[in-house]
């Protein structure tokens, strides 16, 4: 069973750069037909998803966020790490890193049928 743990700042300043790392354990985030998302709440909201990576390195984003959002793997650390730039007052959320496996070609994220989550991270943009 695998198990992920966010880590990053809880506070970030208009306009910077918010970067958040997922670090998985129990199973590599190489493991096939295995993807690994972000996805954050904003209060009063529902989920939203951000971005995903797969297996093979190939990344995937909301086309609302695809602007400012990068998602890279560093498989020595087995982790994932989300990079959203020029951040506002309308970033700040909870923050969940999630995973799933799906051999039927590319999931559908916006389903949140996801088979791992971190316990997620709060992150305010405040200055």
């Known amino acids: 069973q695998a198990r992920l743990q966010e880590s990053g700042p809880a506070l970030v300043k208009p306009s910077q750069t918010l970067s958040l790392t997922c670090t998985v354990s129990?199973?590599?985030?190489?493991?096939?037909?295995?993807?690994w998302s972000w996805i954050r709440q904003s209060p009063g909201k529902g989920l939203e998803w951000m971005g995903a990576i797969a297996d093979t390195g190939n990344t995937y984003y909301s086309p609302s966020l695809k602007r400012r959002i990068s998602i890279s793997g560093d498989t020595s650390k087995n982790a994932f790490t989300l990079h959203l730039s020029s951040v506002t007052p309308e970033d700040t959320a909870v923050y969940y890193c999630?995973?799933?496996?799906?051999?039927?070609?590319?999931?559908?994220?916006?389903?949140?049928?996801?088979?791992?989550w971190g316990q997620g991270t709060q992150v305010t943009v405040s200055s």
């Open positions: 999630a995973g799933q496996e799906e051999r039927g070609g590319t999931p559908q994220w916006s389903n949140y049928d996801y088979d791992y």
């Open positions: 129990g199973t590599s985030i190489t493991t096939l037909y295995h993807y």
